[in-house]
């Protein structure tokens, strides 16, 4: 597996790590309990970071230095991937290991799947994560690199071996925005059923010194523009609950000082404040994996209010915890959250449909209980990150079978 800028081993929540990074690695930790033998390829930005991160006997990070050792935004990235393939090779030919296949994810990893294609006759398969399409639709400043990347995107779309798409959304965007050729099949995200949904309402509550009575609406994710964390802001702005001193919003996610998401987080501090919300507001920081369980299942609703979603990670565990969601309704959310069985699907941008949302379910508690349950179910059914591995697997094992047929087929004169 191969995810440039996204480290499987990173710290999640810092910046530019998120649902990338947590795909990445838990897809190739299911593999590995499966039984297959998984590098997961990133970039060393770290000089400090070992080189090689054992996650299991069969599962392990690699970084490659590509460029400098330090952190750099995924947008000026694009020069040093010919390094990274370098790099690559290097250590598959010290290793003496034959990848078999190479699942690519993110637009830069995909440009170094297309050159390892060439180069060694294997399988690619991709994930997109993200689509420049689609969100360059969403923000006034594009990036000088936007058109190398929507190129990018189009080729790996109409030669890799298969593009997995995480939700029939997703597809509909490759397909009207992208191109019309290209493999696509559809194969979700998933979660740790098992961690997520581990704490009760009671338990989550009491170790956060959260009162019974208390109404908690959450929010969980990186601080970028595009999360639409003002949108939520704005909207307990608006709630019904704003004044009756039961009312408790959490916006949980790390941030650097001076950074891109540090000066989010001081505007939608600034926000808070503007709004005379600081009393029932808080910013916990970083939550990580350990502690997420706990915060989800103390909440009453967890509000996903991003702009645009490829999958929407953060809704699937929230629903694994028995916690409705309120979530924009946009890309991959539409596919992830029922509205009206796991939460509610709301305009994106849109604050006064969010607080209506959110006063709906918090002023009624059996309902709010009742879609809690349906999450939970949804979940189990549809997003177990041993089902995801497995179907992913048997499209390895399809395209790999493939592969060596037609290397052993003799090519006629």
Known sequence: MISVHGDPAAEIGKEEAGGQNVYVRQVGEALSRQGWHVDMFTRLADANQPTIVQHNDTCRTI???AGPQTFIPRDELFEYLPTFVQGFLKFQRQSGIQYPAIHTNYWLS?????????????????????LGAVKYQAISAVPLIASMRLDVEKMVLETADRIVAT????????????????????????????????????????????????KVVLY?????????????????????LKESGKLRLIIGGGSRPGQSDGLERERIENIV??????????FPGRLSPAVLPTYFGAADVCVVPSHYEPFGLVAI????????????????????VRSEETGLLVPPKDELAFAAAIDRVLLNSSWQQ??????RKHVEEKFSWEGVARQLADLYLQLIAESESAKSTPVSA
């Open 273 to 282: 404040h503007e709004l005379g919300l600081q009393s029932f507001t808080e």
């Open 110 to 130: 995909s440009w170094v799947g297309m050159q390892l294609k060439k180069l060694l006759s294997v399988p690619q398969i991709h994930t997109y994560h993200s």
């Open 167 to 214: 939700s029939p959304q997703e597809k509909e965007h490759m397909r009207s925005l992208v191109s019309a050729k290209g493999m696509i099949d559809i194969i979700p995200c998933g979660t740790d059923i098992q961690h997520f949904g581990s704490v009760s309402r009671a338990e989550g509550r009491q170790k956060l010194g959260i009162a019974p009575d208390e």
């Open 220 to 240: 969980v994710g990186r601080f970028d523009p595009r999360k639409g964390i003002e949108t939520l802001v704005r909207a307990i702005g608006h709630s019904q």
């Open 317 to 336: 565990e929230a629903m694994a915890c028995r916690t409705p969601v309120i979530a924009s309704d946009v890309g991959g959310l539409q596919y992830t």
């Open 63 to 65: 970084r490659i230095a």
């Open 370 to 375: 009742e879609l809690g349950q349906g999450a």
